[in-house]
């Protein structure tokens, strides 16, 4: 069974840059037609997806986030990264990476594997 683990800091400042990066082992990020993405939830509110890297290294952004998000790989450690710059109060949320055969979904059975997700706030 894959599992992914996420790690990164649990508290950014407002205007820095979060950083995360997710840990897939028992599995492999260049599998043909995962995508393996990252989604959060803020508190009292339903699943975004941010983006998705895919088993190519083509990547895709949500319209609404395309400025600030970037995803990146490192096949040789089997990571890939998360990056949001100009962060606000308002990208307090539980960060998740998970993967699976669709791009952008945002329900949990849409994806096959998750991390167990990492609580990020955002705060001065």
């Known amino acids: 069974q894959v599992q992914l683990q996420e790690s990164g800091p649990g508290l950014v400042k407002p205007s820095q840059t979060l950083s995360l990066t997710c840990t897939v082992s028992?599995?492999?990020?260049?599998?043909?037609?995962?995508?393996w993405s990252w989604i959060r939830q803020p508190p009292g509110k339903g699943l975004e997806w941010m983006g998705a890297?895919?088993?190519?290294?083509?990547?895709y952004y949500s319209p609404s986030l395309k400025s600030r998000i970037s995803i990146s790989r490192d096949t040789s450690k089997n990571q890939f990264t998360l990056q949001l710059s100009s962060v606000t109060p308002e990208d307090t949320a539980v960060y998740y990476c998970?993967?699976?055969?669709?791009?952008?979904?945002?329900?949990?059975?849409?994806?096959?594997?998750w991390g167990q997700g990492t609580q990020v706030t955002v705060s001065s």
């Open positions: 998970a993967t699976g055969t669709v791009v952008a979904g945002t329900t949990w059975d849409e994806y096959i594997y």
């Open positions: 890297i895919a088993y190519s290294g083509s990547t």
């Open positions: 028992d599995g492999s990020i260049t599998t043909s037609y995962f995508y």
